[in-house]
């Protein structure tokens, strides 16, 4: 009887734990479900932003603008392993970035965009559509795009024209690229399931994740190509022996001599010449 009780009392304890679990899961899926709905609903956040995007349109944009390139930035050192002199991720470039997004990206994204809506307003045809796809790849995005890398080229350092146009052309082509393989596909998702009050917010998160991409990857090429320099073709897995031999004398190991480590040297940083940071022609990314 007292194993029969005890077997019993073992299954009756289990369904009790199992069943505390499983309320548990529900009621945290349907916190979670009344959370989303908050954000989404009509006193939610996204509510709130859009009636301050109808209501002061520039001033959220250039809030939303600054706030997106300053953590873009932030994000794409830490992705890229590129920290200041001092160790950090927080560089300069962060709270230029983000003056760069408030002050001159939303303003221009402002006007650039009401004025392509404008001329289309109203037009649902198919033709409408695709005019205002290649308006927007063709007019809008190289404006866009030439006046992002000439504030690019000033922020990483460049101080005469010569500079500012060798930056523009490195990275020209390469951002066009980018922007005509993206836009097209956005654009048309947003005329087809988005009203047009909410397509600030998404291209904000498209451009967004695509600007910490572009710069990341080229943070990682601008990184690569000092370590080459600095340790030569044979890179530092080659260097790394040097001096592990028995009977090294002390200084013979890269790094055990002032100026050895990458960064120990004026212009060994990333963005301490002018135009590091976005690249020679010889230099520039490839997608």
Do not use: C
Request: glycine share 12%; no cysteine; aromatic share 8%.
């Amino acid at each position: 009887m007292s194993v029969k009780f005890e077997k019993e009392t073992v299954k009756t304890t289990t369904g009790a734990l199992a069943e505390a679990a499983g309320k548990g899961k529900d009621d945290l899926m349907s916190e979670v479900g009344k959370a989303l709905k908050k954000g989404g609903g009509p006193s939610g956040y996204l509510m709130a932003y859009l009636k301050q995007l109808q209501s002061n349109p520039l001033r959220t944009k250039m809030l939303t603008s600054g706030t997106l390139s300053g953590l873009q930035e932030f994000l794409a050192s830490w992705i890229a392993h590129d920290r200041s002199k001092s160790g950090h991720y927080f560089t300069s470039r962060v709270p230029k970035m983000a003056l760069y997004g408030a002050v001159i990206s939303a303003p221009l994204g402002h006007v650039l965009i009401s004025l392509l809506q404008k001329v289309f307003q109203g037009r649902k045809s198919l033709k409408a559509k695709i005019l205002q796809i290649l308006a927007s790849n063709l007019i809008i995005a190289p404006i866009q795009n030439s006046i992002y890398l000439v504030s690019m080229a000033l922020i990483a350092g460049a101080r005469t024209f010569h500079q500012v146009r060798a930056t523009v052309k490195a990275g020209f082509w390469p951002v066009m690229k980018v922007s005509w393989i993206v836009s097209p596909i956005s654009l048309a998702f947003a005329q087809q399931f988005l009203p047009e009050t909410t397509w600030v917010p998404f291209f904000n998160i498209i451009g967004f994740v695509i600007g910490t991409y572009i710069n990341a990857h080229t943070k990682k090429k601008r990184l690569a190509a000092l370590r080459r320099k600095h340790y030569g073709d044979g890179g530092s897995g080659r260097s790394s022996q040097i001096g592990g031999r028995p009977g090294d004398r002390p200084g013979d190991r890269l790094g055990d001599r002032p100026g050895d480590r990458l960064g120990d040297r004026p212009g060994d940083r990333l963005g301490d010449r002018p135009g590091d940071e976005y690249g020679r022609p010889d230099d520039r990314p490839r997608y």
